[in-house]
Every structure is written in C-alpha cells, then in structure tokens.
DNA sequence: GTTGAGCGTT
C-alpha cells in the first residue's frame, strides 16, 4: 500500500488520473496519498521520476475512483501548500501511452483518433505525429531550467523567434541521440582505459609552463641550481 | 546540495 506504481497501472478503465505539478522534488507518491486520500479514494499514486538520476520531476499523477471525488480534490487541493510550496491539482490531459483524456477520463487512443476528437479539444500546436517526438524531447532536456529563465526574457520580445526555434530543428534529432550517446560513451570509457584518462593532457600542460624565462626560483630546480649566492637553501 | 514548465510506470 505504500508502493504506488511499482506493480505497472493498476487500472485506468475506470479511474480518473489527476496531474499534481508544482511539488517539491522530494515530495514522495507517500505524502500525496494521505494528502488526496482524504478527499476521495485514491486508487494509486505514481510520481514519474528520471531515468538517468532517479529523483521525481516535480509533479506527480493520483488516480481517484470517481470523479466527483477527483473534482474535489482538485478544488481543494490546488492551491495548497505541501512541503512549504504550493501545489497545483488538475485533471490529466494524456494517458500513460499518450491516450486522450478528458477530465481524467481516457476518451479514446491515439490509435483512433481520427476526426472526432476535434469537437472541443484545440491543439494550436504541431501537428499531428509530432507530438510525440516533441515529449520524448522535452523529458531529456528538461533539467535546470536555467536556459529555459533567458527564453522568457526573449518570449516577451519576440514569439517568433521561439515559434520558430520549436517548429524547424533539425537538429534536434542530433541533441536526443546524443543523449543516448553520452551515457553509452560514459560507460564505454571506464572500461576502455580507467587507468590513465588524462596522461596526455597533463604531459603538455606540465611541459608548456616548463620553458618560462621568467619563472619563479622555487619551481624550476635549475634556478636553484643557477643561484651564485642564495640564502641557506635547505641543502 | 542545485532546478520549477509541464503530462506517467511493471
């Protein structure tokens, strides 16, 4: 009862799935469930968490049995302070494998989907089939939001330049194979030579501050070997 | 040790 998410999904079929964002990273699947087991019964709690570090992004997903009670929580619990920062409790938009959710509610699969999901769900952005290479995008680059801080800065001033940074990339492909790449590399470089990684920087760099006219008498043992007349040199 | 828009796993 305390491992949520460890066994896979539960059930779906008849669960609304709540999106909770804003969380602290070290608020657990444990604390949110007393906290949204309180206004309806919550069927599992799962906080998605990164491949590569292992810690919770900051939100997390709790599944109520019934709506009603999901829809409580989320008027009760959106806007309430866990952990000293506030959270915010909303209906899950996506299922698990980008199934169309409404109101918690999986509609239909992106299998299906063909033209009657275009009633009352506007999409303004990228077009079908690119949406799903854009997730996979932004789950690996998400980290400290330190460049993201300066695009807002650039998004008061110019939304085309972001539109059009996001709508034509390239390179894009390239940045997620190198993601891939970095930890394949990683690996394959302590098994390649785990002994001596940096012998040959370290040569050049000892060598090129060697040949210095000017350098200083207590490194170079020549000068110490040049002095005439020198204080007591600790023999 | 950090970070802060967003949508999920056996």
Excluded: W
Excluded at 43 to 72: C, H, L, N
Excluded at 125 to 135: H, L, S, T
């Amino acid at each position: 009862m305390s491992h949520f998410g460890r066994s896979g999904p539960p059930d779906i079929r008849d669960t609304f799935s709540l999106l909770v964002l804003n969380i602290t990273f070290r608020t657990t699947a444990d604390d949110l469930f007393p906290l949204f087991d309180k206004y309806g019964k919550v069927v599992d709690v799962f906080i998605p968490r990164d491949r590569r570090t292992g810690e919770s992004r900051g939100f997390a997903f709790v599944r109520y049995k019934y709506a009603d009670e999901a829809q409580k929580a989320v008027d009760r619990l959106d806007g309430r302070v866990v952990d000293g920062r506030e959270i915010m409790v909303q209906f899950a938009k996506y299922g698990p494998n980008a199934e169309r959710i409404r109101d918690g509610r999986i509609v239909e699969s992106t299998s299906k989907i063909k033209s009657r999901s275009r009633s009352r769900s506007p999409r303004p952005k990228y077009r079908d089939g690119y949406r799903d290479r854009d997730r996979d995008y932004r789950r690996r680059s998400r980290s400290r939001s330190r460049d993201r801080s300066e695009q807002d800065g650039y998004r008061g001033r110019d939304k085309d330049y972001h539109r059009r940074s996001v709508s034509c990339s390239p390179d894009r492909r390239k940045d997620r194979g190198r993601g891939y790449d970095e930890e394949r590399r990683s690996r394959s470089r302590s098994h390649g030579s785990p002994n001596s990684p940096r012998s040959p920087p370290r040569k050049a760099r000892l060598r090129d501050e060697s040949p210095n006219g000017h350098n200083d008498n207590k490194h170079s043992p020549t000068s110490k070997s040049i002095s005439p007349h020198d204080e007591p040199v600790d023999s």
